[in-house]
T-cell receptor, first 113, second 109 residues
């Protein structure tokens, strides 16, 4: 059973470009969470999704950020018009139902030049 | 659930015990967790404790839970250089998980 797969592992974008981060949950998991990690700031919750539904997006910036988890395919975290402050590691985690344990991917490290 | 607090750094000598502390926020949290993150990697679950327990021991790891003070601690006995990593505590409230800032543990040979 493969773990949570995230890609790309590293992504470099120039200011104003778009970043798309993908996450394939573990087989059988229907809950997906996205977190952002900045040095000395820990893991900040961004969004929680179940298949085709956003359950909680209270941690997402109101503009430029969006997430989806379609019926088929991976979950996508999309950042439009990136700025330097978006540089961070973005982690995806999945959980079985009911969600009581998170399994993390290796993360996607975004660098904005 | 969003202000789970940990101290940022801890250094110990190899062979000593390490104690990492955490203060969580939600008294209704069902589970409390300790995750370990090695450089450049994701988080891996080390251990967890159910909220109706006071203590859990798992080989070199001991978790203590003080619900009255909302305090969670992780003790690592006989700390090894391979234990150097960032340790996160987390609480589970409903379907939501909140993480602390992480404690960077450095083990000095």
């Amino acid at each position: 059973n493969a773990g949570v797969m995230q890609n790309p592992r590293h992504l470099v974008r120039r200011r104003g470009q778009e970043a798309r981060l993908r996450c394939s949950p573990m087989k059988g998991h229907s809950h997906v969470y996205w977190y952002r990690q900045l040095p000395e700031e820990g893991l900040k919750f961004m969004v929680y999704l179940q298949k085709e539904n956003i359950i909680d997006e209270s941690g997402m910036p109101k503009e430029r950020f969006s997430a989806e988890f379609p019926k088929e395919g991976p979950s996508i975290l999309r950042i439009q018009q990136v700025v330097r402050g978006d540089s961070a590691a973005y982690f995806c985690a999945s959980s079985p139902d009911p969600p009581w344990e998170l399994f993390f991917g290796e993360g996607s490290r975004l660098t904005v030049l | 659930g969003e202000d789970v607090e940990q101290s940022l750094f801890l250094s110990v000598r190899e062979g000593d015990s390490s104690v990492i502390n955490c203060t969580y926020t939600d008294s209704s949290s069902t589970y409390l967790y300790w995750y370990k993150q090695e450089p450049g990697a994701g988080l891996q679950l080390l251990t967890y404790i159910f909220s109706n327990m006071d203590m859990k021991q798992d080989q070199r790891l001991t978790v203590l839970l003080n619900k009255k003070d909302k305090h969670l601690s992780l003790r690592i006995a006989d700390t090894q250089t391979g234990d150097s990593a960032i340790y996160f505590c987390a609480e589970n409230t409903g379907n939501q998980f909140y993480f602390g800032t992480g404690t960077s543990l450095t083990v000095i040979p």
